[in-house]
């Protein structure tokens, strides 16, 4: 991958003249949460065909199977730094912004492979997905799409294309609003329109023929201005939520309509770009000096892992000058905020609004009262008060006679909006930082979004649902989490300051909590539901806020963030930061793997899986892509898999932590080439499974390697008790009947009858010695009263279905009474079991 990307960045610059400005998805996309779930959903599903084929199999799978690693994104973004390409992070609405980049700045192209930048008439498209790049490095190909022949050949002119894309359904019009007005196209005498009769379930036609139906309907309207007649006629045939659906239809004419019009002349506006060669389809910012004046020419393989020079602001500025990022928005609804505004509410917070006279200490006060963040409804949303409304049209809808199904009619909801409590007001300067940092791609995507909403995407991972020896991803890196979440909005300072008004004040301590919303797709849950994870803070110290850790510039305020960050993965060890024993671009890596090997359910990884890591990152073949390429795996070890997927996603939640605590490690020390690779892992891992021993072998036979993985393994286990007692195994599951009072507790209980003494011996006397647990064995399951040897019966409305023998008495004692199980039996009803006036237990259903 490294190889290639250099290969297109230089084949762009030198051969076609051209430069790359590559633009990454940065934005949380609540509006469009369903698309995301569908494809979340698919993916966990090609991630178990994954672990089935490598289990039954021992092969790579199928390339179409690909999964792309947690940390793939990121890696791209630093390789994008390493080559010196232009990088550019969408903040809100992806699609709109990468087309007013476009449209302002006089781009000459666009790549890209997504339907909705064609209906938004972009003059130059192509696609991404046919790029190719010649052995050779200096051909680069692609395809363009003729959008006007494709409107031509669809009877439709460019001026429709907006309204034809919002009557195909989007992600503001969904398809299952639109169902019925797709279906009342095609017309009852239509071949697909038995389907719709026949079937009592949500059911769309093919994509198609909508498409074909759409476009006669939209080349059929004379008057395109008026959308409220045309409103009228699209959802007349609906039966609930009409006022909703039109008002959304209009939203997405609107939407469209921003995005194909040609955005006004601006001063800061860069010249037309020259003619270029349509076969290199790239982006061209003409007048930029090109990166590469002085790097020499070659995808030599040692010029990728050379350190590279150190990244000036002015490196990824040039453009960022010109372009005026300040001015750079959506141009559709730019004025409301949209999804800018927080998703909870904001109201008054608890305990004493912070000021500078409130810290004793001569800190720096973390300045909340800079940034008010308003309550107002976010631009896609729902009114309140329309819930209670929906429900009741639906009623009225179900009832009513019509062809159409029922679930056609429903309200949709999009996600599950669940209310948290207000977050930590954050200063206007850091939000200034964290917006800078996110637009210009120097900072992990997901953490402007916690800062201004509380919400974080959490990506799918290569894992067996079914294994339970390995955690889930997301559970495994949540405490790593937790404490970003305290870093970020200071939870230390606020306890601190809390705790002193408590004791000013003389009362109880009352810390509001910070909750984070973690949206993700697994097993026992939808991802359309958020986990809601509260923000921890350190105990062994007080971490400064966050403004200090991110523009402090003392010597100390840099050991403040290395040590936030060594704290968050459980890795605040001397021997870690010995650059004797921990190489300093191996210290993410080894910060991983010490967070792993701490998981408190079981231990992760083994002796051999620990040391295949190691070996793997202080091999030379790791720097010489020829070598990796033909590097031959005979058997892909599916427990192999599953761990180097964990550990990237580690990896991950380590890059997102280290641009939490202020970037104490730099970007050339966080890229995951330089420290790992799956094929070389497999192998080193083979090695370890032939003989576990051979620490040597895997090592290519070089005692300077071993004397390296060495170190770092001592370094990873400093302090790590590894002998602890596996957690206890899962109690049995209960029998298939058993009565109320016989049903496990959630505790223990105390025995219904005393252990029995050991023949004549007198109770409480051991004759042996008391570790010897075995003549006192429980034969039942824990928690359950044990069956007493006197027998008895099991009655069911007074009748005796059942009776069962006891074991003999014991010598010198009297006789026990037999024991009625009772069935059916009233409350309070007693039966006398014998004439001597003794009642046994009795069990009552």
Known sequence: MLGYLAALSQACLYQGCLELVVVFNGTLGKERWPEWARRAQGQRQTAQLIVNHVSSKATPPPRAWFLPPACLSHCVRLA????????????????????????????????????????????????????????????LTTHQYLLSEAARQLGLKTHHLSLFAALLGNHILPDEDLAA??????????????????????????????????????????????????????????????????????????????ASKPLPKKDNRLSPPPNINNSYASLCVPGLKPPFQNAPFGPGPAALFQAPPPPSQDFNDTLTGKMGFSDWSAPYDSTQGGSRLPNHHTSTQPGPSPSPSSSSDGEEPNDTNANHLTDKPSRWEEPAGRGGSTSADGSQGNGSSSNIPSLLSMATRSHMDITTPPLPQVSAEVLRVAEHRHRRGLMYPQIYHILTKGEMKMPVCIEDECNSELPPASLLFRAARQYAYGVLFSLAETHRRLERLALRKRTPLEVPPVIVKEWSSGKAKSALTPELVPALCFREWTCPNLRRLWLGRASEDRSRRTRAFLACLRSDCPALLNPAQVPQHLLLMCCVLRYMMQWPGGRILQRHELDAFLAQAVSSQLYEPDQLQELKVEKVDARGVQLAALFMAGVDTALFINDVCGQPLPWEHCCPWGFFDGK?????????????????????GQEELVSKVEKMRQAILEGINLSRPPPPPPPLPPPAFLPPAMVPPFYPLPPLYPPRPMGGMPPHHHPHHPHHPAQHRARAFPGI???????????????????????????????????VVSVGAGKGCLHKLNKKKTTSDMYQL
């Not at 080559?83 to 006089?106: A, I, K, P």
């Not at 039109?246 to 609107?254: G, N, P, T, W």
């Not at 009263?785 to 009297?814: C, D, H, T, Y």
Request: glycine letters at 6%.
């Open 80 to 139: 994008m730094f390493r080559f010196r390409v232009r990088v550019v992070q969408t903040l809100e609405d992806h699609h709109q912004e990468v087309l007013s980049l476009y449209r302002d700045y006089g781009f000459a192209g666009l790549i890209a492979q997504d339907s909705e930048f064609a209906l938004c008439n972009v003059p130059a498209y192509f696609s991404s997905h046919a790029l190719k790049l010649s052995w050779n490095g200096k051909n």
């Open 680 to 700: 070389l892992f497999q192998s080193k891992l083979a090695r370890a499974a032939r003989d576990r021993a051979a620490l040597l072998d895997m090592c290519e």
């Open 785 to 819: 009263q044990s069956i007493p040897p006197q027998g008895g019966k099991l009655e069911i409305a007074g009748m005796v279905v059942g009776q069962w023998a006891g074991n003999k008495p014991f010598r010198g004692r009297g006789g026990f009474n037999m024991q």
């Open 181 to 258: 007005f797709h279906w009342s196209l095609l017309g009852p005498e239509h071949p697909l329109a038995s389907l719709k009769v026949r079937a009592h379930q949500l059911v769309l036609p093919p994509c198609e023929v909508v498409i074909k139906a759409v476009s006669e309907y939209v080349s059929s309207i004379k008057d395109l201005g008026n959308l409220d007649a045309i409103a009228r006629d699209v959802f007349k045939q609906s039966q609930s939520r009409t006022e909703d659906k039109v008002e959304r239809f209009k939203k997405a004419v609107d939407y469209f309509s921003a």
